[in-house]
């Protein structure tokens, strides 16, 4: 632990700065400052190189310790760290995913790739009134529209048979 030695021996009574060969004082003649006499200020005082503090009789050297920030910047790490692996996780997860995705969308098109097209549906027969020829034909809509035909007035009434 070091020791600076400074000693100010005149202060000029207008600034109050120590007060050297070269001093200009810059204080404004119309201030309200007191103006006194350049005064002699015997004072001796002692710096402490590791705390910066004047040190007295009884000085104790406490530098601050930077103990609380390491402690925060070791907290914030820990949690970055966390989140990061925590990201990754996640990020694997979703190409995980991803990937069985399109494992699984290649093999559906494969497969349908090798696969006969799927027949037609059966339809049955289309049985339409007007086309049906036959006039004692026993289908509900045959019979409405021979019925019809029959009662009809115009020319083709004389053809119905029902």
Known sequence: ??????????????????RGIRHACVT????????TRTRLQLRVSATCE??????GIRHACHPES?????KRKQAADGRRRKRKA????????????????RAREKARKAAAKGRKPRPARPRGDSHEPGTC????????????????????????????GG
């Open 86 to 101: 925590v990201t990754a996780k996640r990020s694997a997860r979703r190409k995980q995913a991803a990937a069985g995705r």
């Open 133 to 160: 020829g036959d006039h004692n034909c026993p289908r509900f809509g045959c019979k409405s529209y021979w019925q019809g035909m029959a009662d009809c007035p115009g020319p083709h009434g004389s053809e119905g």
């Open 66 to 70: 930077d103990f609380r920030a390491r």
């Open 28 to 35: 404004s003649a119309a201030s309200r400052r007191r103006k």
């Open 50 to 55: 590791t705390c910066g503090k004047v040190r």
């Open 1 to 18: 632990m070091g020791v600076k030695l400074r000693a100010v021996l005149l202060r000029c009574g207008t600034c109050g700065k120590p």
